[in-house]
C-alpha cells in the first residue's frame, strides 16, 4: 500500500522534495566539510544573518598551524611560552607552538614595513617600549583626559578644524567619541595585552631573523607570560582586552570594522573555542623566572629608560619591577646614562 501511495506522487513533488531535503543537510554538510579542514563551523547567529560567506573566508584565513601534534601542546613548556604570540600567528601561517615562522623574507618585511624594524637594536628597543605599555600607556592616559568636559571640547573643536586634512586627527576625534561612549566597554579594559601579545610576536620574529638568541627569544617570551599574568587572570581576560585595543588602534569605519570583529571572531574562536589552541595552555601554568636577557640587550644600545619619582608612585606593581631590573643595569655609579621619563 505504502509504496502504491508513493507511486502515485507526482514528479514534480518528489523534485521539490529532494531539492527540500538538500536544502535542509545543506547546513550540516557544509559544517562537516569545515570540520575536515580544520575550520570551525559557521556559528547559527551568523547564517541566520546570511553571514556564512564572511565567516567561511574568515575561518579559513586563521586555522591554526601546528608543529606535531595538537595533543603533544598540552605538555610542551615551549607552547605554552609562545602562547601569546597565537593570535598574530593565526593571521601569518605561523607554526603555533615552535619560535620559527613561515617565512623569513615576509617576516622581514613586515618588520621593516609596519614596524620600521632594520635591525636588533631597533629590534630589542621597540620590544622594550612594549614591555613599558607603548600604546596601552597612551590609550590609558587618553581615557583619563576624556574625564575632563572642558579638556574634549576644547579638542574637539581644535580636532574639527584639521580633520579634513589629517589621519591622525581623524583618529584621534573617533578614539575620543569611543571612550565619551563608552563604547564596548572600553572604559573598564586593562589595554596592556594590546602591547604584550604584540611583543611577543616580535620575539619570535627576532629569533627568526637571527637578531635574539634561541635563549633570549624564550627568556622574553618567559618575560612576557609574566606581565600577563600580572595584567590579568585568564585567557579570556586577556583576549578581550587584546582585541579591544587592536580596535581601538585600527579606528576605522563601520565598513572595515565589520571585517575586523569577523575575522577577531574566527581568531577567538581558534583559541577559546571548544577546541581552542589556548583552552589546552592552563593560564596560571608555572613560568620559568626571566632573566631580563631582552633588558641586557637594550642596555649594550643604550636605550634603557627608568622613571621619575612622580611616574614611579603613579605605576603599577609590573612596571615597578621592570624599573627596577633597567636601574639595576644602569646605575649611575658605573657610568650608566639612562633615560628619565
Known amino acids: 500500500m505504502i509504496l502504491r501511495f508513493l507511486s502515485q506522487i507526482p514528479a514534480p513533488v518528489w523534485f521539490a522534495l529532494g531539492v527540500f531535503a538538500l536544502w535542509c543537510l545543506h547546513g550540516p554538510l557544509d559544517d ?8 570551525i563551523p559557521t556559528p547559527s547567529d551568523l547564517r541566520k544573518a546570511g553571514k556564512t560567506k564572511e565567516w567561511k573566508k574568515a575561518s579559513a584565513e586563521h586555522v ?3 608543529s606535531g601534534s595538537r595533543a603533544s601542546m598540552t605538555s610542551d613548556p615551549h607552547a605554552r611560552l609562545l602562547a601569546p604570540s597565537f593570535p598574530n600567528a593565526l593571521c601569518n601561517d605561523n607554526p603555533v607552538n615552535v619560535l620559527e615562522v613561515a617565512s623569513v623574507e615576509d617576516t622581514r618585511k613586515m618588520l621593516e614595513d609596519s614596524w620600521g624594524i632594520m635591525n636588533r637594536a631597533d629590534l630589542v628597543t621597540r620590544i622594550y617600549r ?6 596601552s600607556k597612551g590609550y590609558a592616559a587618553l581615557r583619563s583626559r576624556c574625564a575632563d568636559p ?12 584639521t580633520v579634513d586634512k589629517s589621519t591622525m586627527d581623524v583618529e584621534m576625534c573617533w578614539r575620543i567619541h569611543r571612550f565619551l561612549n563608552n563604547d564596548r566597554g ?14 611577543a610576536m616580535l620575539t619570535r620574529s627576532g629569533f627568526a631573523l637571527g637578531w635574539l638568541s634561541e635563549d633570549e627569544a624564550w627568556d622574553t617570551l618567559a618575560l612576557i607570560n609574566h606581565a600577563l599574568q600580572m595584567h590579568y587572570s585568564s585567557w579570556d581576560e586577556a583576549w578581550e582586552a587584546y582585541r579591544l585595543g587592536r580596535w581601538l588602534w585600527a579606528a576605522e569605519g563601520p565598513e572595515e570594522e565589520a571585517v575586523d570583529d569577523m575575522h577577531d571572531r574566527a581568531r577567538g574562536a581558534y583559541l577559546l573555542g571548544k577546541r581552542g589552541l589556548w583552552k589546552s595552555l592552563p593560564w596560571d601554568a608555572p613560568i620559568p623566572e626571566s632573566r631580563f636577557l631582552l633588558l641586557d640587550a637594550v642596555a649594550a644600545v643604550g636605550r634603557l629608560q627608568v622613571l621619575s619619582v612622580s611616574n614611579w608612585r603613579k605605576a603599577s606593581a609590573w612596571e615597578r619591577e621592570l624599573d627596577a631590573q633597567a636601574r639595576w643595569r644602569t646605575p649611575l655609579a658605573m657610568g650608566g646614562k639612562p633615560i628619565v621619563h
Not at 612594549?130 to 600604546?135: R, T, V
Not at 572642558?150 to 580636532?159: A, H, P, S, T
Not at 572600553?186 to 611583543?199: S, T
Open 32 to 39: 562537516l566539510v569545515a570540520i575536515a579542514r580544520g575550520r
Open 64 to 66: 591554526p598551524v601546528v
Open 130 to 135: 612594549l614591555l613599558c605599555g607603548d600604546h
Open 150 to 161: 572642558e579638556w574634549v571640547e576644547r579638542v574637539l573643536e581644535d580636532l574639527d578644524k
Open 186 to 199: 572600553i572604559q573598564d579594559v586593562e589595554f596592556a595585552a594590546w602591547d604584550l601579545m604584540r611583543a
